[in-house]
């Protein structure tokens, strides 16, 4: 499925976590990440943003957005994981943009952030990043070995006072932003670069 039920919007109270990324390819470490959150996080689905392109990544070696919906979508395989291509199809390039047009369209979903360590890491990267964690609540899953640079870094010293405690995992998403909670979890060794590297799929080699 392209994007959710009626892309214009609804009144559905469901728990959403936001999955965004370039998804080049979609590995099972994606759907790892993805059950964790519907677990710990009490979720009624996650959506996976599938980037048209990420303004953080070169546009060279990135596959077609068809193939990577492709692919995502055998990747995702459970029902309550939806691989969307929802940024190409409301024109945003910047998640703040995008948070912003997803809670107008769908005023009663509760979303969640999702993110790896890795992420938090470099988050004052992203273009209007504070106003992120002032839109939604953000959870940030350990991942090895980005976890202890990102805990130190400016983005989790700077929201430090609004962090929850992993107990209270599963009341994040009711919680008004910014609010954010740190998650250990078993760590998933997949990798798009080294499936990239690996794959012979010309898709991936070129732009």
């Given at each position: 499925?392209?994007?959710?039920?009626n892309?214009?919007?609804?009144?559905?109270?469901?728990?959403?976590?936001?999955?965004?990324?370039?998804?080049?390819?979609?590995?099972?470490?994606?759907?790892h990440i993805?059950?964790?959150?519907?677990?710990?996080?009490?979720?009624?689905?996650?959506?996976?943003?599938?980037?048209?392109?990420?303004?953080?990544?070169a546009?060279?070696?990135m596959?077609p957005?068809?193939?990577?919906?492709?692919?995502?979508?055998?990747?995702a395989?459970?029902?309550a994981?939806?691989?969307?291509?929802?940024?190409?199809?409301?024109?945003?390039?910047?998640?703040?943009?995008?948070?912003?047009?997803?809670?107008?369209?769908?005023?009663?979903?509760?979303?969640?952030w999702?993110?790896?360590?890795?992420?938090?890491?470099?988050?004052?990267?992203?273009?209007?990043?504070?106003?992120?964690?002032?839109?939604?609540?953000?959870?940030?899953?350990?991942?090895?070995?980005?976890s202890?640079?990102?805990?130190?870094?400016?983005?989790?010293?700077?929201?430090?006072?609004?962090?929850?405690?992993?107990?209270?995992?599963?009341?994040?998403?009711?919680?008004p932003?910014?609010?954010?909670v740190?998650?250990?979890?078993?760590?998933?060794?997949?990798?798009?670069?080294?499936?990239?590297?690996?794959?012979?799929?010309?898709d991936?080699?070129?732009a």
């Open positions: 499925m392209a994007l959710p039920p892309p214009r919007g609804d009144r559905l109270r469901r728990r959403v976590g936001l999955l965004g990324g370039s998804f080049n390819p979609a590995h099972d470490g994606h759907r993805s059950l964790a959150a519907l677990a710990a996080l009490g979720l009624d689905e996650v959506w996976w943003l599938v980037s048209p392109q990420n303004p953080l990544k546009a060279r070696g596959a957005l068809a193939t990577r919906l492709r692919i995502a979508r055998a990747r395989h459970h029902p994981i939806r691989v969307t291509g929802l940024e190409s199809a409301l024109a945003t390039r910047y998640t703040a943009d995008t948070l912003a047009v997803l809670r107008r369209r769908f005023p009663a979903r509760r979303f969640v999702l993110m790896g360590a890795d992420n938090l890491a470099q988050f004052p990267r992203w273009e209007r990043w504070e106003e992120i964690f002032r839109r939604v609540p953000i959870a940030v899953f350990d991942r090895s070995p980005y202890f640079q990102a805990l130190a870094g400016k983005a989790a010293t700077r929201f430090l006072s609004k962090r929850h405690p992993a107990r209270r995992a599963r009341l994040l998403a009711d919680a932003p910014p609010a954010w740190f998650l250990h979890q078993r760590r998933h060794p997949a990798s798009a670069t080294a499936l990239r590297l690996a794959s012979p799929l010309p991936f080699n070129h």
